[in-house]
């Protein structure tokens, strides 16, 4: 039967998402390696009442077909966001609704990308995004990450090297896996290489709203002079994952053609969720709910960070986010995480992350892994990362190695 399936779908392999997946299930472990929300944080009530109105107030027309690019009244609120937190100046007629963040990576792909088309992405980035990208078959050029973001000095290099790129993929907010955020002069160099050397930036930023501490970033469209950059987002870390719906921000001709290839896939998103979420937004302050969020997920990126302090050995390194979901993790350059993972961490520490190597278009490199602190209650969080510390702490391959000097090394 294999023999009768594209080339594409025989070469992206899923079997490290699905790992994770178990591993999060298994009551057994404590783990920090799916990205979820905190199940307690969803506003259920305010929900179950933004349907309930939506319907009542649409009556039968809102299980009826409607428009690709999805209602305008929410597809203005979000313009109207837009300009307000990201600092980009947008109409409804930029903007259109998808299926979760991913049908929007999925869909950018799709509109630029052809066998062995070049494109970069970050060295970790989103293994989600390279499954998406993997699909089409593209040929990567990895650019490192550090403290302030993808490096700029690599990219130019990279697009001097190899001006066939098409497509740059960044996730500039509160990175996945590593929590940095690229600092404002970055997205201003980046813009400028991407109008230089003719190059698309798709900005994946579903963690903007969720800052802890320090002072927001304009948006990298913010910065766009040529209509280049396109924008997504989500409403899944801010409001529910299980309402399948994220936005893109472009300009046309951009977005006209992702309306036709949406359209080609699934014709719409659910406008029942759509219009429940446009109640949401007209009944309730999400603002106010995100303020709720993020002082609990401060909570627990601090108790992560205060146990990573005290159990793990002194030469292991990690970043310190000012938001987000992740602290990603660096071992020394000999250790394969996953290797560990399976042999030691799992079956005698009963842990879960997310080992580097699926994390990098490249697979090569081992020596890292990613933690995510918002699904769990701060007391887990450290009972979890104390038993971690105290394997590493015991592990001879680990704990002798010089102490290393940076905060994250690729």
């Known amino acids: 039967m294999k023999e009768l399936f594209a080339n594409r779908v025989l070469a992206n392999d899923t079997s490290d998402l699905d790992e994770i997946f178990k591993n999060s299930a298994n009551p057994e472990n404590i783990s920090f390696a799916g990205g979820f929300p905190d199940i307690r944080r969803f506003p259920d009530a305010d929900l179950k009442q933004a349907y309930q109105t939506a319907i009542d107030q649409q009556g039968p027309a809102i299980f009826q077909y409607s428009a690709t690019e999805g209602p305008q009244n929410l597809r203005q609120k979000l313009a109207d966001r837009m300009a307000s937190h990201a600092g980009v100046t947008a109409t409804a007629d930029n903007i259109m609704l998808t299926q979760g963040g991913q049908q929007a990576i999925d869909l950018v792909a799709k509109l630029l990308l052809n066998h ?18 993997d699909t089409y078959e593209p040929t990567y050029y990895e650019v490192p990450v550090d403290q302030n ?6 990219l130019r290099k ?5 001006p066939e790129i098409k497509l740059i993929y960044t996730i500039p907010d509160f990175h996945n896996p590593t929590g940095t955020t690229l600092s404002a002069k970055r997205r201003q160099a980046m813009v400028s290489l991407a109008n230089q050397y003719d190059v698309i930036i798709l900005e994946d930023s579903p963690y903007r709203d969720l800052r802890y501490s320090g ?10 002079t040529e209509g280049r950059v396109v924008f997504i987002s989500s409403f899944s870390k801010i409001l529910s994952p299980a309402l399948r719906t994220g936005w893109i921000v472009a300009d046309q001709p951009i977005m006209a053609e992702l309306i036709g290839l949406k359209s080609a896939i699934d014709v ?7 219009q429940a979420i446009n109640s949401y937004l007209d009944q309730h302050d999400i603002d106010a709910h995100i303020a709720t969020i993020n002082a609990a997920y401060r909570l627990k990126r601090d108790a992560m960070l205060a146990a990573l302090d005290r159990y793990f050995p002194k030469n292991i390194t990690y970043t310190r986010p000012a938001g987000g979901f992740f602290i990603w993790v660096t071992l020394p350059s000999d250790i394969d995480a996953k290797q560990l993972l399976e042999t030691q961490v799992l079956p005698q520490a009963h842990v879960a992350y997310v080992p580097a190597a699926c994390q990098f278009a490249s697979r090569t490199v081992k020596n890292g892994f990613r933690l995510n602190f918002t699904s769990l209650d701060p007391v ?17 391959a680990v704990a002798p190695v010089v102490p290393l000097k940076t905060a994250i090394q690729f």
């Open 116 to 133: 062995g088309d070049a494109m970069v992405v970050e060295g970790p980035t989103y293994m989600g995004a390279l499954a998406a990208f």
């Open 149 to 154: 973001g993808m490096n700029i000095r690599a």
């Open 158 to 162: 990279t697009l001097q090297a190899h």
């Open 215 to 224: 002072k927001s970033v304009p948006a990298i469209k913010h910065y766009d």
């Open 268 to 274: 719409q998103s659910p406008n029942v969720t759509l």
């Open 380 to 396: 887990t969080i450290t009972a979890g990362i104390k038993r971690l510390g105290v394997l590493l702490q015991a592990n001879q």
